[in-house]
């Protein structure tokens, strides 16, 4: 598990969240680790997941938005870079999800931001965890000394694990369903060691949004959950 945090925007309210062998039929995934990142793979596989939920709850899939997804990676850049989440930014004309989104070229009267950290390794948030030599050189780990090792993620493992979070949170999982969503464009980074030495991590980050006028002076608020991971001796 990661941490994820989420904002939201509208002009109503403000409120700021597989293995390896794919299914029959399905074409194999390749594996993420930070030597070998696919950050499309991943944003299109987030954004899928993002629409098997919302029609899962009687939803409408969103339609993908290239301004969206500028806006999404512009956050995850920097708070990927700043190890940091955050829904600020301290860059001219990119301070809120608004901003962001108008300075992509997308004037909005509904936007919203879900932003995740999350490993690349199929690890349980805050369990123990054993670092050794991989066979094949570079570093493994595991839950016990001389236990199976931790499997890499997917794009499509990696953005399920972030949406069951996103999903359990209320904040998160009310942008996720929000009703005046109608676009969403996501983005994620890879870092290569987050708090345990050596488990490569990921932030990514959501921003849906519903193209239009926006009122005045919209401001967003902030909410965490934070959890850590611990490296065993």
């Known amino acids: 598990m990661g941490i994820p945090h989420l904002v939201l925007l509208s002009v109503v309210s403000a409120l700021l969240a597989t293995s390896s062998a ?10 993420l680790s ?3 990142w696919d950050g499309e793979a991943v944003a299109r596989a987030i954004f899928d997941e993002t629409n ?17 997804e500028a806006a999404a990676r512009v956050q ?16 001219s004309g990119q301070r ?3 901003d962001r989104l108008r300075s992509a070229g997308a004037p909005w009267r509904f936007a919203a931001e879900n932003v995740l950290f999350e490993h690349l390794l199929d690890y349980v948030n805050g369990r123990l965890v054993y670092p050794r030599p991989a066979a094949g050189g570079g570093q493994e780990f595991s839950y016990t000394p001389n236990g ?7 794009p499509r493992s990696l953005a399920r694990a972030s949406l069951d979070q996103w999903m359990n ?3 998160h999982r009310a942008n996720i369903l929000a009703r005046d969503a109608t676009q969403l464009g996501c983005a994620a980074v890879p870092v290569a060691e987050g708090k345990i030495p050596g488990l ?4 990514a980050a959501q921003v849906f949004l519903a193209p239009g006028p926006a009122a005045p002076g919209e401001s967003g608020q902030s909410r965490s959950i934070v959890r850590d991971g611990r490296l065993g001796r």
């Open 96 to 98: 809120t999800v608004g």
């Open 76 to 91: 995850v850049e920097y708070i990927a870079r700043t190890r940091t989440l955050s829904h600020s930014n301290p860059t």
């Open 148 to 154: 199976p090792a931790l499997r890499p993620r997917t």
């Open 22 to 31: 794919a299914a029959a039929g399905e074409p194999t995934e390749r594996t």
């Open 52 to 68: 098997v939920r919302r029609t899962a709850a009687g939803l409408p899939a969103l339609a993908r938005s290239m301004n969206a």
């Open 169 to 171: 949170s209320p904040g």
């Open 34 to 36: 930070f030597a070998r």
């Open 200 to 203: 490569s991590v990921v932030y």
